[in-house]
């Protein structure tokens, strides 16, 4: 097979990462430890939807989509997308875990300076908000987002457009300036709380406080 022209992976090398499994979900299921995971599309650095997956426990709507005006609806294949109301979940933004999940989706967006990503991650009914952590990232979501597709779509290609315009006109478009690679977030354990969430006691850990911020 020949090699992939600028294949992102040529200058990696093997490598092995074994991260340990999440804790504090639901016992639904047994003993299956069952978190609930929200899938966070990102574009330009600003989060756009939360879609509920895994986790949603005994609430009869299943994938729903949270908006950022707090609006938590859902769609009907077998009634032509049809939009419905979803209350069941509610407690993701009564409990205060969808301002942290905005936030570290956000974050992570930021750090990888990256254009548009989908940001999992799992968070506990009943725990607190601020140990919500990422499950995994996805750079191409086959999630059904319903109608909201075109408008996903359209924000990203606008970015484009919107550079594009700025070089027709003779500007340069904004570069980043962030020198963040990967040797400093590997050994930069404090870079989210103290950079990213600026020692803000309501995005970030008592625990990670104690040990970044004071």
Same mark, same amino acid.
């Given at each position: 097979i020949p090699?992939?022209?600028h294949n992102p992976?040529?200058t990696l090398?093997?490598?092995?990462?074994?991260?340990?499994?999440?804790k504090?979900?639901r016992?639904?299921? &047994?003993?299956l430890?069952t978190?609930?995971?929200?899938k966070?599309?990102?574009?330009?650095?600003?989060a756009y939807?939360?879609y509920?997956?895994? $986790?949603?426990?005994? %609430?009869d709507?299943?994938?729903s989509?949270?908006?950022?005006?707090?609006?938590?609806?859902?769609?009907?294949?077998?009634?032509?997308?049809?939009e419905?109301?979803?209350? %069941?979940?509610q407690?993701i933004i009564?409990?205060?875990?969808?301002?942290?999940v905005w936030?570290?989706?956000e974050?992570?967006?930021?750090?990888l300076?990256?254009?548009?990503v989908?940001?999992?991650?799992?968070?506990?009914?009943?725990?607190?908000?601020?140990?919500?952590v990422?499950?995994?990232?996805s750079?191409?979501?086959?999630?059904?987002?319903?109608?909201?597709?075109?408008?996903?779509?359209?924000?990203?290609?606008? &970015?484009? #457009?919107?550079?594009?315009?700025?070089r027709?006109? $003779?500007?340069?478009p904004?570069r980043?300036t962030?020198?963040?690679?990967?040797?400093?977030?590997? #050994? $930069?354990?404090?870079y989210?709380?103290?950079?990213?969430?600026? %020692?803000?006691?309501?995005?970030i850990?008592t625990?990670?406080?104690?040990?970044?911020?004071?």
């Amino acid at each position: 097979i020949p090699p992939f022209p600028h294949n992102p992976t040529a200058t990696l090398k093997p490598r092995l990462m074994i991260q340990e499994g999440f804790k504090g979900g639901r016992k639904d299921n &047994g003993n299956l430890d069952t978190p609930v995971e929200l899938k966070v599309e990102v574009v330009w650095g600003r989060a756009y939807l939360a879609y509920i997956t895994m $986790g949603s426990h005994h %609430c009869d709507i299943q994938n729903s989509m949270i908006l950022r005006d707090g609006t938590i609806q859902a769609y009907r294949m077998d009634q032509m997308l049809k939009e419905q109301v979803d209350v %069941c979940h509610q407690w993701i933004i009564k409990e205060g875990h969808i301002d942290v999940v905005w936030h570290l989706a956000e974050a992570f967006a930021e750090t990888l300076q990256i254009d548009a990503v989908r940001v999992d991650i799992f968070i506990t009914q009943n725990g607190d908000p601020r140990n919500a952590v990422i499950n995994e990232i996805s750079l191409s979501s086959g999630a059904g987002y319903a109608w909201h597709w075109e408008f996903l779509t359209q924000l990203w290609v606008d &970015g484009y #457009r919107a550079r594009e315009k700025l070089r027709q006109s $003779g500007k340069e478009p904004p570069r980043s300036t962030s020198v963040v690679g990967v040797e400093t977030i590997d #050994r $930069g354990s404090e870079y989210y709380p103290v950079k990213l969430s600026r %020692c803000n006691t309501s995005l970030i850990s008592t625990e990670l406080f104690k040990k970044h911020c004071k």
